[in-house]
Every structure is written in C-alpha cells, then in structure tokens.
C-alpha cells in the first residue's frame, strides 16, 4: 500500500500583485506513486483545478493547499535565497527596515520578508522598494552561485525577465512551510518534517536533458522530461486531458507562456529528485550552498 504522503508537486511559480492574475500563473500537478518507481498524474485531486479556468492558484490558496494534504516533494520555480553577499550587508538590510544588522543567513532573511509581505489582494511590495533601486542596480542584480552555474536570473532582477516578486512572494510560502514543522526547505539547515521543498527551473533542466530552447514547443519539453524519468528507470502514467492541458494552456499573450508545461517539467524533476537522481548544481563550497540555496538537476543528461 502507498502512502499518502507519496505525493509529489511540481509547482509553475508567479507572483502577480492581484490573486486573478495568481491564478493564471501559478500552476501546480501532482504525481502519486502507485508503485516501485512509478508514479500516475491523473485529472482529480489536486489537478483537477488544472483543467479549469483559470487553472491555477493563489500563494495563500497553494500554502494552504499544501499545508492541508503535506506531499512528499514539493518543487517550485523561483529563487529561494539571494545572494551572499547581500545577506552579508548591513545596508541592504537596514534599506528594507531590519534594525538588528545584516541578515547573514537565509533563515533570517526568509522570516522578515514573510513578516513584512502580507498576502492581501493586491500585494503591497512597497516595503522593499529600495531593492529596486536603479543607481543600486548593479549590485542588487548580482546573481548566486547556483544561477551562474544554471543560466537562472537575477533573484532581485525587476524588469524584464522579473524575478523580484517571485523571490519575495515564495519566501512567504517557503517560511509559512518551513514554521508547519511538516516541511524541510533544502538546502538549508534546521527544520522539521517529513516533506522536502526544492527549487527547480524549468530552462535548466531541459537544458541537461539537450533541449536548451522549448518555451515554443511545449509538446518537446513534456516527452524530454517523461524520457528524462525513463532514462532513470521512473514510469510515468499520464492521463491524457493532462497532458493535452499542458500544451495547449498559456498565459502570456503574443508571446506563448506554457506554464503547465513549466509545472510538469518541474513535477519531473521533483521525482528525479525523490528517486535520488537529481543533484544540486552549484559552483562553490557547501557554505554557499547553506546561505544561497540551490537549484536542482537531473543527474541523467540528453
């Protein structure tokens, strides 16, 4: 008999101020194992909001989700630290209001930012304004070691390719797990609980599989991935309305955004990575690995 707690997300991550535009960006799906490495993604549970319209969730919708049926793995898209060297300035952190020095480690970080960020609708950003400053750009768009190693954005970058929002908003999610005593948030120390929060990016995994351009072509990156699981021994049931949901479904308007197939790309990597065929990419010593988060990887390659 499998247990519940086998479940497995992968989580398309967005942080829109206001919670109708949530919706349409944060995409989840979920994998129950039914078997010796074999996993089944059906329509019900908690995909059924998948195939609906919108098919996705608020940040307070998805904690509460998650905090109410714990999973096993929970993988998101978004950066979960910034960094070092931020961490490390007093001024960074005194520019956002934290009176007690620098943050230095991503715990302390993490609990501000949650203490500062009230989920209402629409969310207020104002707080961390001066994380957006221009003549301060240079410094506040460094990026950490495992995005160097990955190709990932800046966590603080706000134009663009913004990643800014989706750092603050998912430490929100990330301390409001890690205080569930049901979640451990790795690569960081200390925490309890029997589930694993990760952090994934969708380009970066396609990337080792051999598929470094698939935002146009999502029917490419569900097949990669689902061969990525084969390679490492992983059987895959997918029900097909899923499967036909995550290419056909985008959010963005001229320019096609796949976000479920994002999801699914990052429910891949979460098996992967319960199966012990991930890694955590990063150029450096474990102790930037403790402060700066890292992102993780299939091990198998294309």
Not at 16 to 33: E, G, N, S, T, V
Not at 57 to 79: C, K, Q, S
Not at 84 to 105: H, N, P, T, V
Not at 158 to 169: I, R
Request: proline fraction near 5%.
């Amino acid at each position: 008999m499998v247990h519940p707690s086998d479940a497995i997300v992968g989580i398309d991550f967005g942080a829109p101020r206001r919670a109708c535009d949530q919706r349409r960006k944060i995409i989840a799906i979920a994998a129950r194992a039914t078997g010796w490495r074999r996993y089944r993604i059906d329509a019900n549970g908690m995909n059924a909001r998948m195939l609906a319209s919108p098919p996705g969730w608020t940040a307070d919708e998805l904690i509460n989700e998650l905090l109410r049926r714990p999973v096993r793995v929970a993988a998101f898209d978004f950066p979960f630290s910034v960094p070092d060297m931020l961490l490390r300035c007093e001024k960074f952190s005194a520019d956002a209001g934290y009176r007690q020095g620098a943050f230095i480690g991503w715990r302390t970080f993490n609990s501000f930012v949650a203490q500062r960020l009230s989920l209402n609708d629409p969310l207020d950003f104002s707080p961390f304004d001066a994380w957006r400053s221009r003549k301060d750009r240079a410094r506040l768009w460094s990026r950490r070691s495992t995005d160097e190693t990955t190709g990932g954005q800046p966590p603080l970058k706000d134009k663009f390719q913004a990643t800014f929002q989706m750092t603050l908003l998912g430490n929100v999610l990330l301390s409001r797990l890690w205080e569930s005593n049901r979640y451990r948030v790795l690569p960081f120390l200390g925490g309890r609980g029997a589930g694993e929060v990760i952090e994934v990016f969708p380009g970066a995994t396609l990337r080792r599989l051999g598929l470094p351009r698939y935002k146009s072509n999502p029917d490419k990156a569900i097949e990669r991935s689902m061969e990525a699981c084969r390679d490492a021994d992983i059987t895959l049931d997918v029900a097909q309305d899923v499967r036909d949901r995550c290419c056909s479904y985008s959010s963005g308007g001229r320019t096609a955004d796949h976000d479920v197939a994002d999801a699914f790309v990052a429910l891949c990597a979460a098996i992967l990575h319960a199966e012990g065929a991930c890694h955590m990419a990063i150029d450096g010593d474990h102790y930037l690995k403790r402060s700066e988060g890292a992102i993780c990887v299939p091990s198998v390659v294309g």
